[in-house]
């Protein structure tokens, strides 16, 4: 596997704690940070090309599909659905349990959300009216992954597990055991082959998806917020709680490249 490239793009004032990449332009990727803004950045220019604030701490975000809306989420459990093309806030609903992370499915119909009570909760969309309450984890639920092929979702939980699940019978159908601390946050590649976790532990973890085998591992010298493959290629953008030379957050994600063996 060789490396390919690596890129730093610099703009927040402070943590990047979540980043995603929009399913129809592999040039561009959203981020959600703790300064209250969510930013859209070209990669080929380095550039901030958008920029919303809004009303709390982003903790989490995530592109719908067709690349229309995005979801996030705050530090209060807040959900806000921007619109892309006016990169406005569409609709706001605040819950009253702790909300980790979002996703949608592949086809835009579904909702996720991973909470602190163990369970992912499957809600229709737009509606957003609540249609399954899955018993994931007996610790939180951290962090959510959508395969794109439409077989499996992944759930990274507190326990330091991820699990793998079948989409279309919402069963669990495998566990991934690779790290020592909670699991904050993965990703599957765009072809649904590989899927990258990390945490606490100082490192990021790419292993195959059909039989768990570590592929690569990826060093890290903080602890990751946010992995998250690209649409088209295999580049993977990651940002953490790296810190300055003043021990201040450094606002900064970096994205890695390598070729299949």
Known sequence: MGKVKDIELKG????????CWDPKHADLLATASGDKTVRLWDTRSGKCTQQVELSGENINITYKPDGMHIAVGNRVDELTILDVRKFKPLHRRKFNYEVNELAWNTTGELFFLTTGNG??????????KLLHTLMGHTAGCYCIAIDPTGRYFAVGSADSLVSLWDLKEMLCVRTFAK???????ISFNNTGEFIASASEDQFIDI????????VHQIPSTAAMNSVEWNSKFNLLAYA???????????????IFGFESA
């Open 240 to 254: 953490g709680d790296d810190k300055n030379k003043y021990q201040a957050d450094e606002g900064v994600f970096r």
């Open 12 to 19: 927040h004032t402070d943590s990047v704690d979540q980043l």
């Open 179 to 185: 790290f020592e601390w909670p699991v904050r946050t």
């Open 119 to 128: 369970t992912i909760e499957v809600l229709a969309y737009p509606s957003l």
């Open 207 to 214: 292993s195959y998806v059909d039989t768990g085998r570590t």
